[in-house]
């Protein structure tokens, strides 16, 4: 790894990208990566080096991890893949479920009734019609015509994702709320909070200790948390970086309070890279130590329709998204959606193989488990906005390092 560890030190040097922790590792431990770059702050007041137990926010990656809360319960019989989440979701519930259609000249919403109920799989694999609010055009809107304003991160998890759907569930594609929905599903099957819930069947089997969605309540992991960086230059209408070589600053600002009322199964975790390598690793080796063999083959397996496809491949062509739901990855690249984040459907030279799962989180965190070579790993930074091209462009000669190691 020298030579990687050469770049990402001349990057972070010349101003390029902000610290990072880096994990991976291959199937037997053979091969383990452990390292941390650069400052936790750039703020000269706390600028201590970066350590490799430091707590992130890691945003989207929550995402695998409550997926895999809901193969668990799955595997349990609390629920199936298949059927209409209102058993548990009444919020949900067919006859509330409207489609929004756009807006008339009065600028009222053209709102019809969908048909089809929402089902567990298309939560998890964004295509119920759930969508985030702020990332939707459509939906600020309709936020606006109640006098509301879209938020990702404030009040609760009904408040914030109980939208109109964009489409009719199952028929298309769109990143979306759907697994805060998850989160809220598996915390009343059990009658614990996320948290709680996660704590003991994902943390407590791994051995992790680090974990949690309220930053604001645990002093010991706050004191250890790493402060944003901001690119100067502003973000394109899809929320992405506008300058891809604006100057790094500190900033106090954060996509995500720190005093959340819910445990949002979405985006709210914080914990550190090492202890989320050991979730990755898991399910890499299918070690049942989370899932059973059988539902973990499951959880990589594509799970789209041609006309879900069709809408993922043009929205991840708009080139603002391309190092949001593509990163370091050639845009022809063939893809599917999982039941736990996105699957390569042909291989990476050098890199990952086809079959293997990845996502990332919006301050720019990215990993990926490859079942195949069995090899996993996570860049993590703390970095907005989402979509940086150079942290991303570091994060592929990580991963090229890992390979390269591996197969040494």
Same mark, same amino acid.
């Given at each position: 790894?020298?030579?990687?560890?050469?770049?990402?030190?001349?990057?972070?040097?010349?101003?390029? @990208?902000?610290?990072?922790?880096?994990?991976?590792?291959?199937?037997?431990?053979?091969?383990?990566?452990?390292?941390? +770059?650069? *400052?936790?702050?750039?703020?000269?007041?706390?600028?201590?080096?970066?350590?490799?137990?430091?707590? %992130?926010?890691?945003?989207? =990656?929550?995402? !695998?991890?409550?997926?895999? /809360?809901?193969?668990? =319960?799955?595997?349990?019989?609390?629920?199936?893949?298949?059927?209409?989440?209102?058993?548990?979701?009444?919020? !949900?519930?067919?006859?509330? $479920?409207?489609?929004?259609?756009?807006?008339?000249?009065?600028?009222?919403?053209? *709102?019809?009734?969908?048909?089809?109920?929402?089902?567990?799989?298309?939560? $998890?694999?964004?295509?119920?019609?759930?969508?985030?609010?702020?990332?939707?055009?459509? $939906?600020?809107?309709?936020?606006?015509?109640?006098?509301?304003?879209?938020?990702?991160?404030?009040? &609760?998890?009904?408040?914030? =994702?109980?939208?109109?759907?964009?489409?009719?569930?199952?028929?298309?594609?769109?990143? /979306?709320?759907?697994?805060?929905?998850?989160?809220?599903? #598996?915390?009343?099957?059990?009658?614990?909070? %996320?948290?709680?819930?996660?704590?003991?069947?994902? =943390?407590?089997?791994?051995?992790? &200790?680090?974990?949690?969605?309220?930053?604001?309540?645990?002093?010991?992991?706050?004191?250890?948390? @790493?402060?944003?960086?901001?690119?100067?230059?502003?973000? &394109?209408?899809?929320?992405?970086?506008?300058?891809?070589?604006?100057?790094?600053?500190?900033?106090?600002? /954060?996509?995500?309070?720190?005093?959340?009322?819910?445990?949002?199964?979405?985006?709210?975790?914080?914990?550190?890279?090492?202890? +989320?390598?050991?979730?990755?690793?898991?399910? &890499?080796?299918?070690?049942?130590?989370?899932?059973?063999?059988?539902?973990?083959?499951?959880?990589?397996?594509?799970?789209?329709?041609?006309?879900?496809?069709?809408?993922?491949?043009?929205?991840?062509?708009?080139?603002?998204?391309? +190092? @949001?739901?593509?990163?370091?990855?050639?845009?022809?690249?063939?893809?599917?959606?999982?039941?736990?984040?996105? #699957?390569?459907?042909?291989? *990476?030279?050098?890199?990952?193989?086809?079959?293997?799962?990845?996502?990332?989180?919006?301050?720019?965190?990215?990993?990926?488990?490859?079942?195949?070579?069995?090899?996993?790993?996570?860049?993590?930074?703390?970095?907005?906005?989402?979509?940086?091209?150079?942290?991303?462009?570091?994060?592929?000669?990580?991963?090229?390092? @890992?390979?390269?190691?591996?197969?040494?």
């Amino acid at each position: 790894m020298n030579l990687f560890n050469s770049k990402i030190e001349s990057a972070i040097s010349a101003g390029k @990208v902000p610290g990072a922790v880096t994990v991976a590792s291959n199937a037997t431990k053979s091969f383990t990566h452990t390292s941390s +770059y650069g *400052l936790r702050s750039l703020d000269p007041a706390s600028s201590a080096p970066l350590k490799t137990d430091a707590i %992130l926010a890691i945003a989207s =990656c929550t995402k !695998l991890l409550t997926s895999i /809360s809901a193969l668990q =319960c799955v595997e349990r019989g609390q629920f199936t893949l298949d059927e209409d989440v209102s058993r548990l979701l009444p919020e !949900l519930k067919l006859e509330d $479920l409207d489609i929004l259609q756009g807006f008339d000249a009065e600028e009222k919403p053209k *709102l019809v009734k969908a048909t089809k109920n929402i089902t567990l799989r298309m939560l $998890l694999t964004h295509t119920s019609g759930l969508a985030y609010d702020v990332f939707t055009p459509d $939906l600020i809107r309709w936020r606006a015509t109640r006098g509301e304003v879209a938020t990702l991160d404030k009040g &609760t998890v009904i408040s914030r =994702c109980k939208t109109p759907l964009t489409f009719e569930p199952g028929t298309s594609w769109a990143y /979306s709320t759907g697994l805060d929905w998850a989160g809220l599903m #598996i915390s009343r099957a059990n009658n614990m909070t %996320l948290q709680e819930y996660m704590n003991k069947y994902i =943390c407590t089997p791994l051995g992790i &200790t680090d974990f949690t969605f309220h930053i604001d309540q645990n002093p010991a992991l706050l004191s250890r948390l @790493v402060d944003m960086t901001f690119r100067v230059g502003g973000m &394109t209408p899809f929320g992405t970086t506008a300058n891809t070589t604006g100057a790094l600053v500190h900033t106090a600002d /954060s996509f995500w309070s720190q005093e959340q009322i819910d445990d949002a199964g979405g985006a709210g975790v914080y914990m550190s890279m090492p202890s +989320y390598q050991k979730v990755l690793h898991s399910i &890499t080796i299918s070690d049942e130590k989370l899932l059973s063999k059988a539902m973990n083959v499951k959880m990589f397996e594509g799970q789209l329709t041609e006309p879900q496809l069709a809408t993922l491949n043009y929205i991840r062509q708009i080139p603002e998204m391309r +190092y @949001v739901m593509t990163p370091s990855i050639p845009a022809d690249t063939k893809l599917d959606y999982g039941l736990g984040g996105m #699957i390569l459907l042909e291989g *990476l030279e050098g890199r990952r193989r086809k079959g293997s799962m990845y996502w990332g989180g919006l301050p720019n965190l990215a990993w990926w488990a490859d079942r195949e070579a069995g090899v996993s790993g996570i860049y993590g930074s703390q970095l907005i906005p989402t979509g940086d091209k150079q942290t991303l462009e570091i994060f592929e000669e990580f991963e090229k390092a @890992v390979y390269a190691e591996v197969a040494a």
